[in-house]
């Protein structure tokens, strides 16, 4: 639209939106950058404090154990008993150690949970390893854990945090090896004939629901860190974080294939204060997904990961309680994971809701992101899954500074969509060279600085703004041997 530059600021939900008008002639501004986590995160480290120490006693070869241990996971009581023994001393966290013995190096367990104040540190070279039997996750009068059935939720994580200044963390040797906890998601369940990830299949297959557990579940704990660990072979989600102030995941190696279904790696909701840092993730589903469902998510940074297979990093699809202040800065994304495995759906950078759990999404900010062998580099969808209802999804502040795609798919495209002419999605490209720059746009405001991507449609303008930077120059890594 001729003379379309300027950005004006206009009130739309009790908060403040960037639209652009057309026909006005001052300069164009751009929003601005999110901060992410409003704490001073640095690497963490282990605890020096080790209150417990438990020494293997099981080999698994083929990550199995004989017939009665598989049966009665022999490690689950004496590790509760070690994490309930141990007491935080002030502010500082104290351990329970898991180490190897000769050619032990094994535990085998059903849920356990942590509490407030302890580590669970996991030596390098050590797995521990969750149980097969579904009825050990089971949750009184819930679906059957370890079936398909209409509703899902009867589960319980292998895994609980309860409490503050808790944490997961892994010894790491001079070769790189770290501490590694394995849900076996892809091994057949004890006494069954399917694994976890195929139940999660079957449940798509027949439109139901997959009763498996989460890996991690951390509730209410603020300050939680995990540091230096593997999280492979999850049932379900890797790690959830809900309802807490300050998380931090800093060299964490997480690993399920591709095609392993609802495998998200890491998912705050309700969180405030969240670092995800130096991780490499694949996945069978989003590699990060922020929500704000129940509670709002705030002050949040994603920096300096690599991403392999998975759906994206993601914000959504549950907004309705609002996310706000998101920093994604110097990530890469793959759509393939390590043994080639193409992602269903391979995304670049997302934010996903609609109107059944829509809410505002405000000042996100996208710095330095390299994408390749994806479908869809850039997702910005308020009709996610056509969902319908009451709520409102509105994206506004959004920034996209530094961006390259490479090798996506033939048919791949971008998506910027609005709600409505009410809500439309505010967006600056900056510093943007995607090598498929096929778009669906609807009611957007889009301003553009060194950009190849220039949306058209229903209700979308578009102006320059005076931005600067350049495009990013990408390296991507492969994923590290584990």
Same mark, same amino acid.
């Given at each position: ?73 022999? #490690? ?373 600085? #060194? ?32």
């Amino acid at each position: 639209m001729s003379g379309t530059r300027v950005l004006a600021l206009g009130v739309a939900g009790g908060l403040l939106g960037a639209v652009l008008v057309a026909g006005q002639a001052a300069a164009a501004t751009i929003p601005p950058t999110a901060t992410g986590d409003s704490r001073v995160v640095t690497e963490p480290h282990v605890p020096t404090t080790v209150c417990q120490t438990l020494t293997s006693g099981l080999t698994m070869a083929n990550r199995r154990s004989g017939a009665p241990q598989e049966a009665t996971p022999p #490690d689950t009581a004496r590790l509760q008993g070690a994490l309930n023994a141990c007491t935080q001393t002030g502010t500082t966290p104290v351990a329970v150690e898991l180490v190897a013995s000769g050619t032990h190096a094994a535990f085998l367990i059903a849920p356990v949970t942590i509490p407030k104040g302890v580590v669970l540190l996991v030596d390098s070279g050590v797995t521990l390893y969750g149980s097969g039997n579904g009825a050990d996750y089971q949750l009184a009068g819930k679906p059957t854990c370890g079936t398909v059935a209409t509703s899902s939720g009867g589960c319980k994580p292998l895994i609980t945090v309860s409490g503050a200044n808790a944490g997961i963390e892994g010894v790491r040797s001079t070769t790189g090896a770290q501490g590694r906890i394995d849900g076996r998601g892809d091994l057949v369940l004890n006494g069954g004939t399917m694994s976890w990830w195929q139940l999660a299949t079957l449940a798509q297959t027949e439109n139901e629901q997959q009763n498996a557990p989460r890996l991690i579940q951390a509730n209410n704990s603020n300050n939680f860190t995990l540091y230096d660990i593997d999280l492979v072979n999850s049932p379900n989600f890797h790690v959830s974080y809900q309802n807490g102030n300050g998380f931090t995941a800093w060299g964490v190696r997480i690993k399920s294939p591709a095609t392993a279904r609802n495998t998200d790696g890491i998912d705050p909701s309700g969180a405030t204060n969240v670092t995800i840092a130096d991780s490499f993730v694949e996945a069978g589903d989003d590699g990060v997904a922020i929500k704000g469902g129940s509670a709002p998510s705030t002050n949040i940074t994603v920096r300096d990961n690599h991403f392999y297979g998975t759906h994206g990093i993601s914000i959504g699809s549950e907004t309705n309680s609002g996310v706000s202040n998101v920093l994604v800065e110097n990530n890469t994304l793959t759509g393939t994971d390590s043994e080639g495995h193409a992602s269903v759906s391979s995304i670049g950078l997302r934010i996903k809701s609609s109107a059944a759990s829509g809410g505002t999404v405000s000042t996100v900010s996208y710095l330095n992101t390299c994408v390749t062998l994806v479908k869809q580099p850039l997702v910005f969808d308020t009709h996610y899954d056509n969902g319908t209802g009451a709520t409102i999804p509105f994206f506004t502040n959004i920034l996209v500074n530094g961006v390259r795609s490479t090798s996506s798919a033939t048919s791949g495209t971008n998506v910027l969509q609005g709600l409505d002419a009410g809500h439309p999605l505010g967006l600056t490209l900056e510093n943007v060279s995607l090598d498929k720059t096929a778009d669906t746009a609807e009611f957007a405001n889009v301003g553009l600085f #060194d950009s190849n991507l220039t949306p058209t449609g229903t209700g979308v303008t578009t102006g320059s703004v005076a931005g600067s930077g350049s495009v990013p120059t990408c390296v991507f890594p492969a994923y590290p041997a584990l």
